[in-house]
């Protein structure tokens, strides 16, 4: 029992240490982006008549009415028409394909180069979408854009000129906004974690010229740097951080174009925001699967080496937090009253964790002059609870990169779509409750340490009674 105890604590320590490495990367990216200027962008000056050829790819799956919204957004851009390309890559079911090509077909004026895709198979999913449509167009300029963004008419021409300046740019990337963030509790919290995201860590590596990953919506690339960068594979399920990578891996840079904002739409009921952070979790642990023994085997700087393994290992925050849990309460049934150099280690790094989590959500909202909006604490209390409700499903999809070769592709249920299936909070509300049960059986209220996670469990489970993250296909009209 004394040995099994001391492998415990000792495990128990290297878990917390790498936590704390999490925590103290908020920390570190948040100073410099209060005390880094951010680099003058470029941006090439060009007559109508030398504007480039650019192809705007916009792929849909079932998406319903937001594929014609995101189409009809995109035929109005301004772009000399001559030179635009848009495509919208269908991938979603076939019964739906000649109802949504008539609804596209009555926003998008005939005087749009405009094609309808469909490749038939889902084969790398959205990477093997895009990729399709890449087949299909020549143009030296690529603009990816999801289906729940709205883009604004000058978008382009506040993007491409920044690729034509710097031949050394692989993408640039726009901010996101939200449509419906103040629809719920939910979406508030997912605003501000998509805000700190974009306007302190994606800025922050800007500004230090470390490497940057595209975020899979509302950019654009340079044709020539996807190509380099191996194309889009559908080995993972976050394509935009694996070509991303390897573009970075072979010398190119990603920009942030921070003032313009293009609107998208969050999800608005935990089952639907749960599969999303599940995917996005599992498809970050399959890039570190496979790009971290390229990355290190490299001739890159030991310091870009060591941001790119950061930015690539995020997913372990959830792994490690379940893995901490567990063996806590494997210690307090044991009766085993820990070191205090373990002791402290604990609430040093969860004190950490909780003011670097909150000034950095708090700071993302300072730098947007949104830090005097109402109803800000709560949301920033309900930002660091929600997160912890993840903690099973996220450290399942962990597992499933690293112990499993299946590549389900749970698409983000949309604003609007009806929803089916039961209940699906069951495993977070019921080990939510067990928590302060277990703590009271044993009497040892050293269990309430888990405060946030039982918080965050509870919530997620309760909500997640509202919905699944499987959808009905929506119904669509021509002009809706």
């Known amino acids: 029992m004394y040995g099994l105890s001391i492998f415990l604590q000792s495990a128990l320590c290297l878990i917390l240490i790498s936590v704390c490495t999490l925590s103290v990367q908020l920390a570190g990216l948040a100073w410099v982006r209060v005390f880094r200027k951010s680099p003058k962008l470029r941006r090439a000056t060009l007559a109508e008549a030398e504007l480039p050829h650019v192809l705007v790819q916009l792929p849909v799956c079932n998406e319903g009415h937001l594929a014609v919204r995101v189409a009809a957004a995109a035929a109005r851009m301004d772009w000399p028409k001559d030179r635009l390309t848009i495509q919208l890559l269908d991938d979603g079911d076939s019964e739906g394909h000649e109802a ?257 989590s909150i000034g950095y959500l708090y700071l993302g909202q300072r730098m947007l002059e949104r830090h005097r909006e109402a109803k800000l604490v709560p949301s920033l209390l309900l930002a660091v609870v929600f997160p912890s409700g993840l903690i099973l499903a996220n450290t399942r999809a962990t597992f499933e990169a690293f112990f499993s070769s299946r590549m389900d592709f749970n698409r983000t249920t949309r604003v609007g779509e009806i929803q089916k299936g039961g209940w699906r909070g069951a495993p977070e509300l019921i080990v939510g409750l067990l928590l302060p049960a277990f703590a009271f059986a044993e009497s040892n209220w050293n269990a309430l340490f888990f405060f946030f996670a039982v918080s965050g469990l509870v919530s997620i489970g309760a909500m997640g009674a509202a919905g699944s993250p499987k959808t009905a296909r929506q119904q669509i009209t021509p002009g809706e």
């Open 100 to 356: 949504l090509a008539a609804a596209v077909r009555a926003v998008v004026p005939d005087d749009i180069n405009f094609h309808i895709l469909r490749r038939g198979d889902r084969k790398g999913f959205k990477a093997g979408n895009l990729a399709f449509g890449l087949a299909h167009s020549d143009a030296p300029f690529v603009a990816v854009l999801d289906a729940d963004f709205v883009p604004p008419r000058d978008f382009l021409h506040r993007t491409v000129p920044v690729l034509i300046a710097d031949s050394g740019l692989a993408f640039v990337q726009s901010r996101w906004g939200h449509a419906n963030r103040a629809a719920n509790w939910l979406t508030r919290v997912q605003g501000l974690l998509l805000d700190s995201h974009f306007a302190v860590e994606q800025e922050a590596r800007f500004r230090a010229g470390m490497p940057l990953s595209f975020n899979g919506s509302a950019g654009v690339w340079n044709r020539t740097a996807i190509e380099q960068g191996g194309g889009w594979t559908g080995d993972t399920l976050t394509e935009d951080l694996d070509l991303s990578m390897r573009c970075m891996m072979q010398g190119w840079r990603g920009a942030m174009v921070s003032d313009l904002v293009v609107p998208g739409e969050l999800p608005q009921t935990a089952a639907a925001w749960r599969a999303q952070q599940a995917r996005w979790t599992k498809g970050h642990a399959q890039v570190a699967r496979k790009l971290l023994p390229q990355l290190w085997a490299s001739a890159l700087p030991l310091w870009k080496k060591a941001a790119m393994t950061m930015q690539m290992c995020q997913f372990a925050f959830y792994m490690l937090a379940f893995a901490s849990a567990v063996i806590s309460l494997t210690l307090m049934y044991m009766g085993v009253v820990y070191y205090p150099g373990v002791a402290g280690l604990g609430l040093l790094v969860t004190a950490l964790g909780i003011f670097s």
